[in-house]
């Protein structure tokens, strides 16, 4: 039900296609995030207006809320949440690391702290793939254990065994499924247990490979070394996700080291705080210097926000904390981040990855992100 | 620029036309409230997919914030928050019962306290058409005083003949203006003065009727009997206006005592707090009853929540407290607000209007209401 091909590349930058169940969606991809089994702002029609083919939702969290009884009484997360395109889901393996205060790790599984109301919640890679499968996701991830940046080598040690067992038994779990099933590489920022982790992982042949546990805190520098590391060590004809990247400055950096599939809550989470993506760079509409600026928010942006509204409009409202503002950046950041890795990839065709990766840098700051 | 063309009536209900700069107006008509330049959840694409062809706004939130400059930038409302269809302006006579606290009235005008900063600010009859000038609304509203419900004869007797002399005021401030005007009739629960402000108001010749000061607390009976009074004295040709009427109970009866227009921040503000308004009725649908619930909001309804969401979904929404699900069920209310004017209408050609009347009082409760 998933194949990938790459169709031209240039230097490590790959521009290929992902088939996904009928679907088929151009890479590099941005995956917006869904947690609540919904884009914060956007419904599935905005989504698809603005070029949305998949988005990411969130094993973890649904199983808590609405419960997965309800889903299973929708026949699976596409028909509960209207959405017709491709869903991957994670696994739970972030909140390790997002959810840690309180949390107990053990080769069995995790015991997580409900973040709605503190009650305990175990997961192990079978109840991962089981909730995974209820949800009907077209890419599902194995159970990893993400941890935090700069601990000591003894925890990434046990972290990437354990996230090797995790994944054969998140693996046999999903044992004639159809749904896709996408390994993780662990290793935190040790060179050697990126390669051992990337090498075990790989040994499993999954569909696709993720790489977890970066982006978390650590310096740019370490996340841009280690994802070639890692990189070295996938096999190139398949899919290779970072997660959590969603900055245009750390995505073209990511990209010029081959990985082909993003998803983070940056372009949403940035609209709710008033800020835009543009091609000259980010602004933040808020300030005052906008009162009386009545061009759109990027001139060179086709969307539906761009054509109809001002930034002397957006401001007013952003200003009188009407949520309509919020909902007219996030439909425009969402809208650039397709045109942006779009254009990315028709540079990649055109073998001019290396112009388009300069500009982005000079007006994306780099290290400005908010993942 | 502005006309109206009675088609079929039915006892006093009446089926017509408003006929505003090119745009023609079905009425009964439904007006929704966009105070702030916006109405709250709706993109202007939203409010055109679900039928809205007028909404209202309001003069005095807008010379606070943005503040006409920035309005007067744009070259008015319409282009400002990029809406093509008509807008109906009200003077700020709502604010002056609204904002009552620490407000004083003369003849020469009133002022108010700032909502947003608590500063002073004076309106007169002047000062609001030449905010609605700038607005470049297609209806403006003459500047009235509305006054609380049960209160001294001596109060409302004042406030009829100020209601007066600012509508004098407001005729001579938008001579020479292609805007449609209306007057306003005051006179609280008094029928003596309801019919001496009707009489004088018709006096002036406007292009069209407000009745003012009514839905503001008093009890449903006088609502009724005060409007009753009151369209007596109202010329036929002219279109009627019952000001701060959303719920779908006091609509139908208004219509019955032969008024044309209505708006309300009703089913938006519904919306908000959870709850959605179906012809069985309205529904909160936050009760747990709903959490399997695979029907739509409202089976008979056309719209693209309807046709793409369950009631167990937008419950998951607003139990997470994701907007998504305010903007959903707003979208929705607003649908079904067009829709329920819209049958009406066509209940009316039919001569079949009590019918309609009968079947919408036995599913909405009187009373219950939320403007």
Redesign the interface.
């Known amino acids: 039900m998933i194949g990938f091909e790459i169709i031209e590349t240039d230097g490590e930058a790959r521009a290929g296609v992902l088939k996904l169940n009928g679907l088929e969606i151009e890479t590099p991809v941005f995956m917006p995030v869904g947690t ?3 884009v ?6 905005d989504l698809e207006n603005v070029g949305v083919n998949i988005i990411l939702g969130n094993a973890f969290h649904l199983m808590l ?2 419960g997965l ?2 889903i299973e ?2 026949g699976g997360l596409h028909p ?3 959405w017709k395109k491709a869903i991957l889901t994670d696994s739970g393996g972030f909140q390790i690391f997002s959810l840690a205060e309180g949390s107990k790790v053990s080769d069995e599984g995790v015991e997580l702290r409900s973040p709605i109301d503190g009650s305990k919640v175990f997961i192990t890679p079978e109840i991962s793939m089981k909730v995974q499968k209820v949800l009907k996701s077209d890419i599902a991830m194995v159970l990893d254990q993400c941890i935090p940046p700069n601990v000591d080598r003894k925890i990434v040690e046990e972290a990437v065994e354990r996230t090797y067992l995790w994944a054969l038994r998140s693996k046999k779990a999903m044992e004639g499924s159809t749904q896709a099933v996408f390994g993780i590489v662990q290793g935190g920022t040790y060179r050697d247990l990126r390669v051992k982790s990337a090498r075990q992982i790989t040994s499993l042949e999954f569909d696709g490979y993720a790489i977890g546990g970066l982006s978390v805190g650590e310096e740019r520098e370490k996340t841009l070394n280690m994802t070639e590391v890692t990189v070295e060590f996938l096999p190139k004809d398949k899919p290779r996700y970072f997660m959590g990247a969603g900055s245009p400055d750390l995505i073209v950096e990511l990209v010029g080291r081959g990985v082909d599939m993003f998803d983070s809550v940056f372009p949403t989470r940035l609209a709710r705080h008033g800020a835009a993506l543009t091609w000259k760079g980010r602004i933040n509409v808020r300030a005052s210097k906008y ?2 600026d ?1 061009n759109p928010l990027d001139e060179e942006c086709d969307c ?1 926000v761009c054509k ?3 930034r ?2 957006i ?3 952003l ?2 904390e ?3 503002g919020q ?2 950046l996030t439909y425009h950041n969402i809208r650039f981040m397709m045109s942006f890795v779009s254009k990315m990839r028709k540079f990649i065709l055109e073998k001019r990855f290396p112009e388009f990766k300069e500009k982005i840098l000079s007006v994306y700051e780099k290290g400005v992100r908010c993942e």
């Not at 914060?40 to 029609?45: E, F, G, H, V």
């Open positions: 609540n089994a919904n914060k702002l956007m419904r599935p029609s809320k609405p009884d309800v009484n929708h509960f949440m209207g009162r009386f009545k539906y109809n509204f001002t002397s409009y401001q007013h409202l200003d009188r009407e949520v309509l909902m007219l």
